[in-house]
C-alpha cells in the first residue's frame, strides 16, 4: 500500500542531501512531489529521474519568492521547510554578517514557508515537517549560529503546532533533528575547518551507535510524518540521531 497515495508534496531544499532522499521516499510511497530549490541544475535533474515530480526555482528567503513557487501548486497537503545551511564557528568566529545569513535561509525561510503555504494547507488539512537538527536541542561550541536558528525551529514549530490546533485547521507541525547525516551539508562543514579528518572523528564520537546516519533514515521519519499514520502527532521532536540527543 502507498503510504502517501495522493499527496502533493513540496519539499524545500530538495535538489540534494536529506531534501532528495525524502523526494525519492515520497514518490515511492505514491506521492506527487515539488522538488523547491535555488540549485536548478539538481533539482530539475532529481525530478526527471523521479518521474512523479517537478522542480520549482524557489529562493527560501525571500517572500517574492516563496509567492511564485507556491502560487504554481493547486495543492499541498504535506510542506517540509528542509532547505538550510550550516555556519561554522564558535561566538568569537561567526560574523554578524554570517550570522543574519544563517538565520536567514534556516528560520525565515521556515517562517516565511509556512506562512505561504498556509492558505493552500488549511482549506484540507495536512502535516508541516520542520528540518531542525542535533544542533537543535544539544549546543556545541563551534556552531553558535546554526545552534540558534535550529533551536528557533525546534520552538516555532511548537508554536504553530498549538496554533493550528486551536483553529482547527487539521494541520500538524513536527520537527525533526537528525545527528549528523552524510550528505553535501557535512562537506561543506568539513571545508569550512583546518582539520577537516578531526572534525569528521567528532562527529562520529558523538553517536553512541558509531556511525553517521544516512539520508534514508531521515526520509523514512518524513514519510511516517508526511501520512495520515502520524495524524496524532504534533509540536513534537522526532530525534533520529543514533543516540546523541541522550
Ligand atoms: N546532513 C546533516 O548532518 C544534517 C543534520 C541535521 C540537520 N540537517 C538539516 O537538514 C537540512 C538539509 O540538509 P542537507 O544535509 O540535505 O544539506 P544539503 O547541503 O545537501 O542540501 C541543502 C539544500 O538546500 C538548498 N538551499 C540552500 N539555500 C537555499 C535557499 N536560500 N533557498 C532554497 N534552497 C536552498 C541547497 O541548494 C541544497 O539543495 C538542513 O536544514 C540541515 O540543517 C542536516
Known amino acids: 500500500m502507498a503510504r502517501l497515495a495522493g499527496k502533493i508534496a513540496f ?10 532522499a525524502i523526494a525519492r ?22 525530478a ?7 522542480f520549482v526555482y524557489l529562493d527560501v528567503t525571500t517572500e517574492a519568492s516563496w509567492a511564485e513557487a507556491v502560487a504554481t501548486c493547486e495543492r499541498i497537503d504535506v510542506l517540509v521547510n528542509n532547505a538550510g545551511i550550516t555556519t561554522l564557528g564558535s561566538i568569537e568566529d561567526v560574523t554578524l554578517a554570517q550570522f543574519r545569513h544563517e538565520l536567514d535561509i534556516d528560520v525565515l525561510g521556515v517562517f516565511m514557508g ?3 503555504a498556509l492558505p493552500k494547507m488549511k482549506v484540507h488539512g495536512g502535516s508541516i515537517i520542520n528540518m531542525s537538527s542535533l544542533s537543535g536541542v544539544k549546543a556545541s561550541a563551534n556552531l553558535v549560529a546554526y545552534n540558534a536558528a535550529k533551536a ?6 511548537k508554536s504553530c503546532a498549538l496554533h493550528f490546533a486551536e483553529k482547527g485547521y487539521g494541520i ?16 561543506k562543514v568539513l571545508a569550512q575547518s583546518d582539520d577537516p579528518d578531526a572534525l569528521y572523528r567528532s562527529f562520529v564520537d558523538v553517536h553512541p551507535v558509531g556511525r553517521l546516519g544516512k539520508p534514508e533514515e531521515i526520509a523514512a521519519i518524513a514519510v511516517y510524518l508526511g501520512s495520515d499514520e502520524s495524524a496524532f502527532a504534533t ?5 533520529v540521531d543514533g543516540g546523541a540527543s541522550i
Open 152 to 157: 528557533a525551529v525546534t520552538l516555532m514549530t
Open 235 to 239: 509540536g513534537a521532536e522526532f530525534r
Open 25 to 46: 521516499a515520497y514518490v515511492a510511497e505514491g506521492a506527487s512531489v515539488v522538488i523547491a530549490d535555488i540549485d536548478r541544475e539538481g533539482g530539475e535533474a532529481l
Open 48 to 54: 526527471a529521474e523521479l518521474g512523479a515530480a517537478r
Open 172 to 187: 500538524r507541525c513536527n520537527s525533526v533533528h537528525p545527528g549528523a547525516i552524510h550528505t553535501p551539508i557535512i562537506d
Open 11 to 20: 519539499i524545500t531544499g530538495g535538489a540534494s542531501g536529506l531534501g532528495a
Open 114 to 116: 509556512t506562512q505561504a
